[in-house]
């Protein structure tokens, strides 16, 4: 082990990590998956979803924004945290509108993935049904409001990614929603290559006309659940004999 | 030993889960061996008359006469289940709630592309009276078990059914579990 490398564990699991490495990070290279939802890994970690959030040391925080230090103990794959994992999963069901059979994204939606992933097998809070705005305008993207999560993933990778501040937040609390810099898409200066467009984990924004070009069972999620790509990681035998 | 009995009914549904259930091909004829169906859209039964072990749940609460059925399903079954995503979140016809029930009415009755001399919204007596949305049906009665999908594939109906009916708790494999 070189001098900046060091180890913690993860549910009894013990994890080499580099310096700077988020938790999460040090997990998906090690093939732990923690649950996620607005951490993307080609993106700055916001800590807005609290999905992935996890118990270190004994205390709750958010995997992809805590860094990880020599020793820690992180608990994550429990009863006590998935359950909660659940209920925010249901909770995001529940103040939007989400309508799975009729969605172009079904199957590969991290949201539903999540779902499926933690068990969720109805939505036990009551449903807001709020009112939200659907812009179609723009002749190759559209944006569903009603399946938006809040996760600022477009948000991110517009300013970072692409160089363009088309998305940002409006209001505040359960007035939050996504907002476009100008007053139809558009106007905007979005393109379909944009990597805004394709963080997007539900089906609120869409390239047109690719919705159903992978049909339904064929789809990322269909088969396996989510984070088993990165668990299979794990799986793999080491590449050689390590010599001394 | 008398065969369990199976109830079904189809509330703000399309019958696409009756559909599905029926998909189970020859499987249903083992499903005659472990059941008696009583209280149901296929055998035309209208009225239960006596408890009957399983009933089936297909469609949320869309109007009185859905509850009504619902009520009376909470209270003639021992273990109810929501079969597919119009019972367990509304399903297409809550996307109604989107947009409110007298919007809803006036666009389909009075202002749509296709009205000839002003139209009326229907108010008959006989009609059942619609709810202000469409809810789920957990939302109305206690639910035991929920079957997602839209309908819930043959094998996952045919898992769970036989599941319940051998006495054990209905797990379904990954493959089998979708809200689509």
Redesign the interface.
Known sequence: MSEDKFTFTVDGIEIEAEAGQSIIQACDAAGVYIPRLCYHPDLEPAGHCRVCTCKIDGRRSSACTMPAAHGMVVESDTAELNGDRRILIEMLFAEGNHFCPSCEKSGDCELQALGYRLGMVAVTLPYLWPERELDATHPDIFIDRNRCILCSRCIRASRTEDGKTVFGFEGRGIHLRLNIDAKHLDETTLAAADKGVHVCPVGCIVIKRTGYRTPYGNRQFDQAPIGSEIEARRARPKRGVESK | MAKPKLATCSLAGCFGCHMSLLDIDERLVELIDLVDLDKSPLDDKKKFDCVVDIGLVEGGCANEHNVRVLQDFRKNCRVLV?VG?CA?????P??R??VGLRECLEEAYLNGPTIEDGGMIPNDEDLPLLLD?VY?S??IVK?D????G?PPSADTIWAALKALLTGKEPELP??L????
């Not at chain 2, 367990?88 to 297409?92: E, L, P, Q, R, V």
């Not at chain 2, 078990?145 to 997602?148: E, K, Q």
């Not at chain 2, 579990?177 to 689509?180: C, G, N, Q, T």
């Open positions: 929501s995503a367990i979140n509304g399903g297409i809550a996307m709630n989107l949305r789920p957990h939302e639910i078990y929920f079957l997602p839209c990954y493959q579990f979708k809200y689509e």
